[in-house]
C-alpha cells in the first residue's frame, strides 16, 4: 500500500504560529502533528511515505528523515503552494496505478483507532466521517446513501442535509487510483481547476459509477487543525495519551 501526507499549505488563519514553520511541525501535547502521524504510520508497519509538502517544506523534510530513519520518504515539493489547493499537491504525488492508496492530509490529530478502523474496513474505498457533533459551514460535508456510501460531498453542501463530515484520511483501491490520476490530470492542467479540492474529483468518479464508503469514526478523538481555537482543543484532547 502507498501512503500520500499532503503537507503544502500555508496555514495562514494559524499565523502568527505558522510565520516560521509550516502547520504539520505545530506541537500538540509534546510532539509534532507530522512526528505523531509518521509515528501511527510506522507503527502499523506503513513505512514507505510520500510527502508533498510546499510552504518551508525543507524544515518538513529534514524533521522527519532525523526522527525516523527507518521511514522509505519520498518527497515532492509544490512549489505552487500559495495559488493552488490540495487536488494539485495530489497530482504532483504521482500515485502508482498498481497499489491501493491511504491519503491523509497532514493537519490532523487523531487517535490511533482512528487509523485501526480505516485500515479494518472491508471496502476497497472509503473515507473517514465524522457524524457527531455540529457539522460547520466550512467542512467537507459528507451526503450518504444505502449502504453508507457517498452519494455527495463539498463544501457548499447544505449542514442539515449532510451525514458528517469528512475529516481528510481516505483509503482507495488501486483501480480507483488508476482512474483517478487522468481525472486529476485533466481537470487541474486541461480545464485548469487550479484551486480545487480533491474531493471534487473523488465526487466526478463516484457520479460516473464509482463506489467510496464511509467509515465512522465516531467515538474516537480526531481533530482537524485550522485555527488556534483547534490546536489549544486537541492540546487538552490529547495530553497524556
Known sequence: MQVVLLAAGQATRLRPLTDDRPKCLLEVAGRSILSR???????????????????????????????????????????RYATTNNAWSLMLAECSPDEPLLLLDSDIVFADEVLDRMLAHPEPSRLALRTEGEIGEEEMKV????????????KGLAPADAAGESVGIEMFSA???????????????????????????????????????????????????????????AQLTFAGR
Open 143 to 154: 451526503c450518504i446513501g444505502p449502504g453508507g456510501r457517498v452519494v455527495d460531498l463539498g
Open 37 to 79: 502521524c509518521v509515528g501511527q504510520l510506522s507503527g502499523r508497519g506503513l513505512r514507505q511515505i510520500t510527502v508533498v509538502d510546499g510552504y518551508r517544506g525543507d524544515m518538513i523534510r529534514r524533521a522527519v528523515s532525523a526522527e525516523f530513519p527507518g521511514v522509505d520518504f519520498r518527497f515532492f515539493r509544490n512549489d
Open 175 to 233: 483501480e480507483f487510483v488508476a482512474a483517478l490520476g487522468p481525472v486529476l490530470r485533466r481537470r487541474l492542467l486541461e480545464e485548469q481547476r487550479v484551486h480545487e479540492y480533491y474531493e471534487d474529483a473523488f465526487l466526478e468518479m463516484i457520479r460516473a459509477g464509482w463506489t467510496v464508503a464511509t467509515v465512522d469514526i465516531a467515538g474516537l478523538s480526531c481533530l482537524e487543525i485550522d485555527t488556534a481555537a483547534d490546536l489549544a482543543a
